[in-house]
């Protein structure tokens, strides 16, 4: 947008675009610079925030000689896929990279399908136990995951699903707070719709998933974007559960990687790389949904 | 076809009930308390058809650990052998151990030094970028980027770029003539370096929710403070700050929830070293549970970690109520 008068006195500038505000400056202000102020703080802020970023894309696609040579340089000799490469051949990483593909997305489908389906029975069913159950639902809300590491990792390895994929799945099932999140959204939803499709002889499983769902997106979106973030990079469970190489999530081979590989940073930013961009990618393209996720985890939770 | 057959079937069973005999009323009277039973179990049957995948989930991985985590607190055992009751003598050893106290002092200067930066940039950060200025989107994005790697991938990364030989900082340091640091070897700085990575990992969550608190100022709000004559200083510290008061008793609870619960950075940089310094409440958890297999102290010290996080949500409720911010 451009507020960005040069010098003089600017007038106050009717915001192109911005409909009815108006901009609130009444009296002239003298301008020392050229831009606004705000840069000098928010250009060395993204920066900073980018630069190791940037730093983890050029190491990644350096030689290692770059790296561990005094002083050291910030800009590769030349372009080494040795990180790569090493990275492939040396760990099954694209195995790793799978297994997270496959935890994630069993646990966004099943947080989505899980939560939809109970949220909408506690907003707008009504049956014995309902107000028991909900309540005890939300009591859960409060408890740290890692009050539930030991006797889960019993209870698993008790009925054998330790050390499998399962082992890391399992926990990601549902959640109370998704579950709550879900009700507090069918419950903001005008109920007109749902009983007339009801009337109309459409089951209640038809209203919500031709009726309600649709309604839902952006709850949804936010659901499985919080779950997404939650599962593809947790950490502390999988190494917990998880001790056959063959299954290891991408975060649990990076983190056990860095402990034999220290120094062989080209490779450790590879994989850095590998578990990371995905995300990212998926950020940007996203990013407005990101944003309002965020939004809504943080006023809502 | 099936609708029809539908309209005929109903229209034959209405038939059916209007006619007439000796015991119509009773018969009547029968059927109505049938499906009236009828329909409150298909209403039971639906609403649990709903609620019970997932409440069945919630009971078997969150009720019953949390309830069984407690049992095993009052207990001695390794996960083999024959679980020996000891009573209340895992609570009483957490008053009394060194290691754990020792934890608890890092994780409490990780979290006094995590959370108020956290929320102080947070809302200098948002301020900014609520200014309708050039490249404002390009800037947010940039802030937001890291919120999605890892703690590992932030752990691996940060190692490299705090590397003192080979590491960004150092060589920035190097070129303005400040002595060579050691950043996460030193047991002095360990801690600052992680509570940096943690904040360029994760302030972009205080950021996004601070200028949706922001942009939900009313306007008027602030047109009414300049139309008085107030300046942009005035009306930050008279307008807007007090407007962002509930959204700080929110993020001040999330964010020392998660400073106390700090494991996966720790855990993919020092170890818990140098020399013990970074080691956390959940790091200790760990090696005392996992490491150790002491599985009863393990669950003492995560039921402390559970009480100690209710008391801070509950205080800071508390305290938000009496000073009026109504957060919740």
Not at chain 1, 80 to 105: E, K, Q
Not at chain 2, 249 to 270: E, H, M, N, P, R
Not at chain 2, 284 to 293: G, N, P
Request: charged share 15%.
């Amino acid at each position: 947008m451009a507020v960005l008068s040069t010098g003089g006195a600017p007038s106050p500038v009717p915001v192109p675009g911005a409909g009815a505000r108006r901009t609130v400056r009444s009296r002239p202000r003298r301008r020392i610079l050229p831009f606004s102020g705000w840069h000098l703080v928010l250009a060395p802020t993204a920066l900073l925030f980018v630069l190791p970023l940037v730093q983890m894309v050029v190491a990644s696609l350096m030689p290692d000689g770059d790296i561990n040579r005094f002083p050291p340089r910030f800009l590769p000799s030349r372009i080494s896929f040795d990180g790569y490469s090493g990275l492939f051949t040396g760990s099954p990483v694209l195995r790793w990279l799978l297994n997270t593909v496959i935890v994630a997305g069993v646990s966004v489908l099943s947080h989505l399908v899980l939560c939809s389906l109970a949220g909408y029975g506690f907003a707008r069913l009504k049956f014995p136990g309902r107000t028991a159950s909900f309540f005890v639902i939300l009591a859960t809300i409060m408890i740290p995951t890692q009050l539930l590491m030991i006797p889960t990792y019993v209870m698993f390895t008790r009925i054998g699903v330790i050390n499998t994929l399962a082992a890391a799945i399992l926990p990601w099932l549902t959640s109370a707070f998704g579950i709550f999140l879900m009700r507090q959204f069918f419950l903001s939803l005008p109920k007109d719709l749902e009983e007339a499709a009801r009337l109309d002889g459409c089951t209640q499983l038809g209203v919500l998933l031709r009726i309600v769902l649709p309604l839902a997106k952006p709850a949804l979106a936010t659901l499985a974007i919080f779950t997404l973030l939650g599962s593809w990079n947790d950490l502390i469970w999988p190494l917990i559960a998880i001790q056959d190489e063959k299954t290891y999530t991408i975060q649990l081979g990076l983190a056990n990687f860095q402990g034999t590989r220290r120094v062989q940073w080209s490779l450790l930013m590879a994989g850095n790389m590998v578990a990371t961009m995905p995300l990212i990618i998926f950020f940007v393209a996203a990013q407005k949904q990101f944003v309002a996720t965020m939004t809504f985890s943080g006023l809502k939770g | 076809m099936t609708p029809v057959t539908t309209v005929r079937a109903v229209a034959t069973s209405a038939r059916r009930a209007d006619l007439p005999g000796a015991d119509g009323a009773d018969d009547e009277e029968r059927r109505r308390r049938a499906y009236r039973r009828r329909r409150t179990l298909m209403t039971t049957l639906t609403g649990w058809g709903f609620v019970g995948p997932a409440v069945l989930v919630i009971l078997g991985l969150s009720v019953f650990p949390a309830i069984w985590a407690f049992f095993l607190s009052r207990q001695k055992w390794n996960g083999f052998s024959r679980a020996k009751d000891v009573g209340w003598s895992n609570y009483s050893r957490l008053a009394e151990d060194p290691d754990l106290a020792a934890a608890v002092v890092h994780t409490l200067v990780f979290t006094a030094l995590f959370v108020p930066s956290s929320i102080l940039l947070g809302i200098l950060l948002a301020v900014a970028l609520n200014q309708r200025i050039r490249f404002v989107a390009f800037y947010r994005t940039c802030i937001f980027v890291p919120f999605v790697a890892s703690a590992a991938a932030t752990g691996i990364l940060g190692n490299f770029v705090f590397s003192p030989q080979f590491g960004l900082v150092n060589n920035l340091l190097r070129l303005l003539h400040v002595p060579q640091q050691g950043f996460l070897e030193d047991p002095h700085q360990a801690m600052v370096v992680i509570a940096v990575m943690s904040l360029w990992q994760q302030l972009g969550f205080t950021v996004v929710v601070y200028l949706a608190a922001l942009q939900d100022i009313p306007r008027d709000l602030v047109e009414a403070a300049v139309t008085d004559g107030a300046n942009s200083r005035q009306v930050f510290r008279h307008v807007t700050l007090p407007q962002l008061a509930p959204v700080t008793v929110f993020t001040s609870i999330w964010q020392t929830i998660t400073a106390i619960q700090l494991f996966d950075l720790v855990f993919t940089t020092t170890r818990g070293g140098p020399l013990d310094a970074t080691q956390t409440v959940v790091g200790y958890l760990y090696k005392q549970a996992f490491r150790s297999l002491n599985f009863g102290y393990g669950s003492a010290v995560a039921y402390g970690l559970f009480a100690v996080t209710m008391l801070i949500t509950l205080g800071m409720v508390v305290y938000s109520r009496i000073t009026k911010f109504e957060a919740f």
